[in-house]
């Protein structure tokens, strides 16, 4: 699968993009932010986050006056198209076009889905705890189940987040991440940190839940949040700010 390591542009604030679903971009609009604009979070004050929420739609065409901005809890929860602002959820499906969605994320692994043949797709937050609730998985299935989407066509985007680099978590965490996944195999451990706690890779297991339903087309964008204090926010680092993953279908 090819690898975008480098964002798109830089300015006015970082952009990244994916190779495989850039080859749709007359169907789709989608990327993930960087700095140095903010998002959200708790330091960010609203009125900084709308003008940066705007400025964002300016540079990548996305609809400001539809856009949908989950309030996100670490759960397994997802809804359907225009999700009113401050609704709990952390993935939204989209099955319209003109909806924009976008969630945030500062360590937690983003995911964009996208199904072409049915014009559908979905962002998703997961973090450790809605990795261990398979969260991905779950909004994958709901694709296939209720939109008959395509697991032979589905395309999937693992955003920039804290890589198997750098992201030390307790045994029991480790433990809980794992168990979603059939196989869990060594790699997901990418070593004992000096503390001796496990370091997981995050964005693998998330492939490897999209893997285990017959999903074959995963990208995973190499950037990792830890790694990149130029380009990225960190939760970890002790920074406020969040970027975002955003999508939108446009009409065909
Ligand atoms: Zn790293």
């Known amino acids: ?9 830089t300015e006015p604030f970082v952009l990244y993009q994916s190779a495989l679903l850039n080859t749709y971009t007359e169907r789709v609009i989608h990327g993930f932010t960087g700095k140095p604009i903010t998002l959200g979070g708790q330091a960010c004050p ?22 949908t901005l989950p309030r996100q809890t670490h759960t397994d929860q997802f809804r359907l198209n225009d999700t009113p602002c401050e609704r709990e959820t952390d993935a939204v499906i989209l099955t319209e076009t003109g909806v924009a969605a976008m969630v945030q994320v500062a360590d937690c692994v983003p995911v964009i889905l996208y199904e072409p043949v049915r014009h559908i797709g979905a ?33 999937a985007v693992i955003g920039p987040s804290i890589g198997g680099c750098c992201y030390e978590v ?20 990418t070593s004992l940190s000096v503390n001796d706690k496990p370091k997981i890779d995050l964005k693998q297991v998330n492939a490897l839940q999209l893997e285990a339903l017959g999903v074959s087309q995963v990208e995973i964008i190499p950037a990792c949040t830890l790694c990149d204090s130029e380009r990225l926010w960190s939760h970890r680092r002790g920074e406020p700010g969040r970027q975002v993953a955003l999508l939108e279908l446009k009409p065909q």
């Open 1 to 9: 699968m090819p690898k975008t390591a480098v964002p798109v542009f």
């Open 46 to 67: 609203p009125e900084q986050a709308r003008a940066n929420r705007a400025l964002v739609c300016q540079h990548t065409g996305l609809s400001l006056n539809r856009l």
């Open 170 to 189: 307790s045994p029991e965490v480790a433990e809980q991440v794992s168990q979603t996944i059939p196989q869990a195999t060594a790699s997901l451990y």
């Open 123 to 155: 962002v998703i937050h997961a973090g450790w705890r809605g990795t261990a609730q398979s969260i991905t998985a779950k909004v994958a299935q709901t694709l296939f189940e209720q939109h008959q989407a395509s697991p032979k066509h589905l395309l």
